[in-house]
């Protein structure tokens, strides 16, 4: 089963960058779509990025666009969200999820990680 542990998370000032970790211990993340999401206060959770099991695909939401890539190792068990020129808006709650589809949507997705807290400040 898989068992999702999100890390990276911090305080960083606009224009800076961090690297969001997700790591599976229960080894079969490997057989799954991968996606990040987040969360703001007040606000639903929104769709970041998902990557498919075998990398060959990605895809952003536009407000990430160019500034954060999704990636993932296999043979860690690990994936990975890479987020470049954090604007204050970034700031949120950020949860990996994995899902048997590759998807933007949060219902799709079976198994959640317990969040991590990114603050850009301004």
């Known amino acids: 089963q898989v068992q999702l542990v999100e890390s990276g998370g911090g305080l960083v000032q606009t224009g800076g960058s961090l690297r969001l970790s997700c790591a599976d211990s229960g080894r079969t993340f490997n057989r799954y779509a991968m996606g990040w999401f987040r969360q703001a206060p007040g606000k639903e959770r929104e769709f970041v990025a998902a990557i498919i099991w075998n990398f060959s695909v990605t895809m952003y939401t536009d407000s990430v666009k160019g500034r954060f890539t999704i990636s993932r190792d296999n043979a860690k068990n690990t994936g990975y969200l890479q987020m470049n020129s954090l604007k204050p808006e970034d700031t949120a709650v950020y949860y990996c999820?994995?899902?048997?589809?590759?998807?933007?949507?949060?219902?799709?997705?079976?198994?959640w990680g317990q969040g991590t807290q990114v603050t850009v400040s301004s």
């Open positions: 999820a994995a899902a048997d589809k590759f998807s933007r949507s949060a219902s799709v997705y079976d198994y």
